[in-house]
T-cell receptor, first 117, second 115 residues
């Protein structure tokens, strides 16, 4: 168990550029989540996959954001035409198939910090 | 809709003193409740969870929390603070119904431990 892996750890981009982040969940975890965390705040839910199906999307996920999990393993989060307000830490989490007493346990990666200049 | 309120954005205690971090939640359905800890430049680590079993929950690093439905609270405690406990702590709630997975987090409490 190597934990949830996110790449890159840091990304600096200019306003208007597109960026893509990758998340590799813990092996055999079938659920994968994306959250956004701004300075001084708790994480905010963006979207959730079960296997390759995207089952929940937050209203925070504007049409400039898209997430995929094509083979039910790793996931990518793309932001098109970045804005300064997109600057944040983007966190990925994964969770295994549930058993009683272990419902909705999410394991987080270290995040990708995005700075939009 | 669910929400979490963490009272006190900063808490400072002396090493060896009691740690009490407050969390109140709002949920229209039976909730799952969690405490996470975040160290600088790291992701969130699960401390403990409540998922409708025992109301007093023990977690890692000597932390525990008690679910009080009547008070809609899930406060985090530790009898004796250690320097390594200095970090940001987040309380989170999720809908206990099947298929709902999004965690709603509070805004966090930064714990400072004085020597």
């Amino acid at each position: 168990d190597t934990g949830v892996s996110q790449n890159p750890r840091h990304k600096i981009t200019k306003r208007g550029q597109n960026v893509t982040f990758r998340c590799d969940p813990i092996s055999e975890h079938n659920r994968l989540y994306w959250y956004r965390q701004t300075l001084g705040q708790g994480p905010e839910f963006l979207t959730y996959f079960q296997n390759e199906a995207q089952l929940e999307k937050s209203r925070l996920l504007s049409d400039r954001f898209s997430a995929e999990r094509p083979k039910g393993s790793f996931s990518t989060l793309e932001i098109q035409r970045t804005e300064q307000g997109d600057s944040a830490m983007y966190l990925c989490a994964s969770s295994p198939k549930e058993v009683v007493g272990m419902e909705n346990i999410q394991y987080f990666g270290a995040g990708t910090r995005l700075s939009v200049l | 809709a669910q929400s979490v309120t963490q009272l006190g954005s900063h808490v400072s205690v002396s090493e060896g003193a009691l740690v009490l971090l407050r969390c109140n939640y709002s949920s229209s359905v039976p909730p799952y409740l969690f405490w996470y800890v975040q160290y600088p430049n790291q992701g969130l680590q699960l401390l403990l969870k409540y998922t409708s079993a025992a109301t007093l929950v023990k977690g890692i690093n000597g932390f525990e929390a008690e679910f009080k439905k009547s008070e809609t609270s899930f406060h985090l405690t530790k009898p004796s603070a250690h320097m390594r406990d200095a970090a940001e702590y987040f309380c989170a709630v999720s809908d206990g119904r099947m298929g709902r997975r999004a965690l709603t987090f509070g805004s966090g409490t930064r714990l400072q431990v004085q020597p």
